[in-house]
């Protein structure tokens, strides 16, 4: 391989490089504290940030409006002017050429408008911070504080549920489930990005790095979900749409229970995603109440998924029953075909539909929503309830002062052991000493990029694996730079004692290091926590390092005695 070719793979992996660790770079030394604290925000509190601005933004824009019509549009409203120019365009209407508050407010149709454009805007600023954010290196629990719970399978609730002591295969696929649930619960109680995983068949371990409440937790971990199938009662339903019209705001809890619905059937509120995810309120919907004689409980539900309609290609969800739910699901459409049927989770009507004939296959389908809707109609229907009982085992809390003190601690420890290696580089090989610390800088900004691009959890075993690296990264660069003295003694010329230094070492890295790198796979595949995290930096380091050693050092090597005619190496002194 050419020296170009060369110069251009490492200029190419640079870049790339540069790119993956950008965001680490930007999120920790460029955002602020807020912008921090804004990308960590749940779904409800992104909801209630971008409103509260939008709310703040259009009474500023009126009272601008009021005393100032002429003035100009201020520097932080600027956003608004490319929503109101093409409002402007559609209605074929003249677009000024300086942008007042007037004109501005003048481009939207109502104040309604103008305040989700602003609410819009908001919202997608959070959204690009929180997708800074997922392309970083995360730091652990040890780090950044946090609670870690480990829960245990009941195997006896699930003996119950099935009326049969469970098989390995069904406790798999209970734990499985329950572990799709509570990733499904997470932004329900405000809790962002924690790290669920299975550590056995029956334990699952949680990690909510930045939050030490434990009540909260504990709702987040033991609230159980419902999920039944029910049927609508059609007529008092229509009745009771009519009522809401005539009486915006009208609440059963404040204006009581209407004659018209009957005994045996109750009130639910319907609610549909919003555009953060969160549910949102629609309306009041009658249902039968009595689920023996009128539903179906979710639990009969073995499988869902969304799939497409092959003439409309619209989105569909697609369920399948088990016996007993087969059964009672035939009779139960066959009694109601015309009735509409409700998706009902935690009291909430999440969906509902027409019965337009008998389903007695136990395979059932639903449409009439987008892609987003079917998903999440999918998702309710996978992870109403949890199918097995956890039982907490250990939670502790982890305090974020200690988090940061360890961080300062491992960043002195990197810094002071990577100068001084640095500096017995520089003294001991001189001017090969140089290169051998351009390349360990090179090397740990590998390490940085990739860390950053798998999204990896940097705890305080992991720093322990990145100090280590630092001292390994310069291992290779010895062995070669010794080699190289050698060869340099017999009397070879710089050209001829670099080549022969890099083809006799070769292989010496490459045993030491890939003995070190299998033994670093092993413990990353068969360890888990702090162990896992520790292989996993090693790992990284050891291939990072092997390449800019072999690689980097001899392109920097082979540009001075090929390209500058350096007649003389500076490898060691008296030599």
């Known amino acids: 391989m050419s020296k170009r070719v060369r110069l251009l793979t490492v200029l190419v992996f640079v870049i790339i490089g540069a790119v993956f660790v950008w965001p680490t770079v930007n999120w920790y030394f460029l955002l602020s504290p807020q912008e921090q604290e804004l990308a960590r925000s749940s779904r409800t509190q992104v909801r209630e940030y971008a409103q509260n601005q939008a709310r703040s933004a259009l009474l500023e824009l009126r009272r601008l409006s009021g005393s100032d019509p002429q003035g100009e549009l201020p520097q932080q409203y600027q956003f608004l002017i490319d929503k109101a120019r093409e409002n402007y365009r559609l209605e074929g209407r003249d677009r000024p050429s300086t942008w007042t508050v007037t004109d501005v407010l003048a481009g939207f149709r109502s104040e309604r408008e103008a305040f989700e454009a602003i609410e819009s805007y908001h919202r997608e600023e959070v959204q690009k911070l929180q997708s800074i954010r997922a392309r970083i290196i995360e730091l652990g629990l040890d780090l950044s504080g946090g609670v870690n719970v480990v829960l245990e399978a009941d195997r006896e609730s699930l003996a119950q549920r099935i009326g049969a002591e469970p098989t390995q295969e069904q406790m798999e696929e209970a734990v499985s489930l329950a572990l799709e649930i509570l990733s499904s619960r997470i932004d329900r109680f405000g809790i962002t990005e924690p790290q669920i995983r299975r550590m056995d068949q029956a334990r699952i371990s949680i990690e909510i790095p ?15 979900g419902s999920l039944n199938f029910h049927i609508v009662d059609d007529e008092a339903t229509v009745e009771l749409t009519r009522l809401q019209q005539q009486q915006p705001g009208w609440s059963p809890e404040v204006d009581g229970v209407p004659d018209f619905v009957p005994a045996g059937s109750r009130i639910a509120e319907y609610v549909t995603r919003d555009q953060y995810g969160i549910d949102q309120f629609v309306r009041y919907i009658v249902i039968r109440e009595d689920v023996s004689e009128h539903g179906l409980p979710g639990q009969h539900i073995t499988e869902a998924q969304v799939g497409r309609d092959p003439l409309t290609n619209r989105p569909l969800v697609n369920f399948v029953l088990d016996g007993e739910g087969t059964r009672r699901f035939s009779v139960l459409t066959r009694d109601n075909v015309g009735s509409s049927m409700a998706i009902v989770m935690d009291d909430r009507v999440r969906a509902y539909a027409t019965i337009q004939e008998e389903i007695p296959t136990g395979q059932v389908r639903i449409s009439g929503f987008d892609q987003d809707q079917a998903q999440n109609i999918a998702r309710v229907l996978r992870t109403a309830a949890l199918p097995i009982d956890l039982n907490v085992l250990n939670q502790q809390t982890v305090g974020a002062q200690l988090g940061a003190e360890t961080i300062q601690a491992g960043l002195r420890a990197i810094g002071l052991g990577f100068a001084l290696v640095m500096v017995f580089m520089l003294l001991y090989y001189k001017g090969a000493g140089f290169i051998a610390d351009l390349v360990l800088i090179l090397n740990l ?97 050891i291939v990072s390092s092997m390449f800019t050693a072999l690689f980097v050092s001899r392109l920097v090597f082979d540009f001075a005695t090929d390209v500058l005619r350096r007649s003389k190496l500076s490898i060691a002194w008296g030599l």
């Open 445 to 541: 900004f590998f390490i940085v990029s990739i860390l950053s691009v798998f999204n990896l959890t940097l705890t305080l075993t992991s720093i322990a694996g990145v100090i280590l690296t630092v001292g390994m990264a310069v291992d290779a660069n010895v062995i070669i730079f010794e080699r190289i003295k050698e060869e340099y003694r017999l009397g070879k010329s710089p050209q001829a004692a670099v080549r022969a230094g890099f083809d006799k070492a070769f292989w010496t890295v490459m045993d030491a290091n890939i003995t070190t790198f299998i033994a670093a796979v092993f413990l990353s595949q068969l360890g888990s926590g702090p162990i896992q995290g520790f292989a996993v930096t090693l790992s990284v380091g």
């Open 210 to 224: 930045g939050d030490d409440d434990r009540q909260r937790v504990d709702s987040f971990l033991m609230g159980r």
